[in-house]
């Protein structure tokens, strides 16, 4: 159960940006999932190269956060921003997310190696009782983190001016500009939080997993899935979607084989969807 | 009303959504301070184009926009909002997932808190129902009440200039005379008004001038009055006109 909590809340936390991102702009972008591996291999070259292990290593964490968000900058600032004011099609601008995906996938196969590696400063925990539960310590900071972030981000989207611009945008951009909105800046905080928030999922599933060139394209479909079953293009629906998920896939290995968790977690979207098929938390509107 | 300061001129406005195609071929346009100015015409004449093109929210191909004599052509909404203009599109006019509080709120995005709460009281003022209703989600609000809503969150940054594209679509007779009272009412406080509406003798009645648009340029203008009985623009929007009565 803890498990399924731990890795509902990582999935949470790398899907937030990915509907962030589809709120504001309306892209679906496909290398949202290699900005969360870009996260976890700038966090274990830290670690690894730098130095930042031990009791350094959440200093490796937050520079690992703060590339993301650099990395969305630079991709807003210098890919999606000028391609969205080319006028550019969400398909098109799709595809050309697919193309980066795979561009960044080898710059990492390359830079990284194909070899999977674990954080050093994890790699061996024994186990700490809390009441009933015994985890890894690794895996409270893991919970703790994660959780937080969520709270923080949900408190920055209800109850800041920035956050409730970025719902404002999501909802309607050309409404959002004629109000005053800033809405160019505004998809430019959107896409730095979404990259930051990716870029610290990756660096949390790394340390539960192994970090290697793949785990963005190995995460991707989960991450499709959490955001799809929460309702496109809300954050809270991310969340919910995530939670969903991973609960639903770490859950079901007591029943049936590990091989066949991620079936279940999305055997559980289709199903739901087919129930409520804008999603958990997807808003149905009063028309006229 | 030559004495009077022009607060809101376009000259020779060429604007369209597709490219090489022209919805307005040479519009000119003057609101002078305190004016309410209705815009009519047929169906695809331009009007909302006209307002959406002076409030930068279609490129302008040709031709300027000024606002109290500084150049403001094809500028950014979010600018001229800064510099006193206020919107309210014809429809999607509100943010449907954001409360009404919230809504009020974007409206005055420039502004500090503490001035956002003055306003906010000021508007809920002079439309007590938003008031009631803070905390309920936009979205949830009937074609009128989102109307009401939508001059709202435009009025917060209380623009001199006011820009209301067809405020009257899709209503009920009963709401849609409600909302001329409102548009009236907020002209009497001092804000200049441009109202584009396909409901031509009610906003011709309470308009102190109008402009009738043909096929994206000037047809006729004159005192609201006078283009009720003109027998041209009688004879060009028979149909609406005699519907509308």
Known sequence: MVSGLKVGLLVALASIGLSLIFGVTGLVNFAHSEMVAFGAVIALLLESTVGLNGALFPLAVVLAVLAGGGLGFGLERGIFGPLRRRKMTNISLMVVSIGLAFLMRYLILIYHGAEPETFESFRIQSGVSLGPIELPAKDYFIIGIAFTTLLMVGLLLQRTKLGTSMRAVSDNPALAESSGIDVNRTIMWVWILGSALASLGGTMIGLTQVVEWQMGEKILLLIFAAVTLGGLGTAFGAMVGGLAIGFASETSTFWLDNDLKFLIALAVMIVILLVRPRGILGVRERLG | ?245
């Open chain 2, 1 to 245: 009303m030559s004495s009077r300061r022009v607060v809101l001129e376009s000259k020779d406005l060429v604007a369209g959504y597709l490219p090489g195609v022209d919805i307005l071929t040479g519009c000119n346009f003057k609101l002078y301070q305190g004016e309410l100015v209705g815009i009519i015409g047929p169906n695809g004449a331009g009007k909302s184009t006209l307002v959406k093109s002076m409030f930068g929210l279609v490129e302008v191909r040709s031709g300027v926009v000024q606002l109290l004599n500084e150049e403001i052509t094809n500028l950014a909404a979010h600018e001229l909002v800064r510099k006193g203009v206020g919107y309210v599109p014809q429809t999607e006019n509100v943010f449907p997932s954001l409360t009404i509080a919230e809504n009020l709120q974007m409206g005055a995005y420039q502004l500090k808190p503490n001035e956002v709460q003055e306003r906010m009281k000021n508007i809920t003022d002079l439309f007590p129902k938003l008031g009631q209703r803070l905390k309920q989600r936009a979205g949830l609000l009937s074609g009128g009440e989102r109307q009401m809503l939508a001059m709202g969150r435009a009025l917060m940054m209380e623009p001199s200039v006011l820009l209301l594209d067809e405020p009257s679509a899709g209503l009920s007779p009963a709401l849609q005379v409600d909302v001329f009272e409102n548009v009236t009412a907020i002209n009497k406080t001092g804000v200049s008004i441009v109202m584009v509406e396909q409901n031509a003798t009610r906003c011709l009645k309470i308009s102190d001038r109008g402009y009738v648009l043909d096929q994206g340029k000037n047809a006729y203008d004159g005192t609201g009055e006078g283009l009720l009985h003109d027998p041209n623009v009688i004879k060009l929007y028979l149909g609406t006109m005699a519907e509308s009565r």
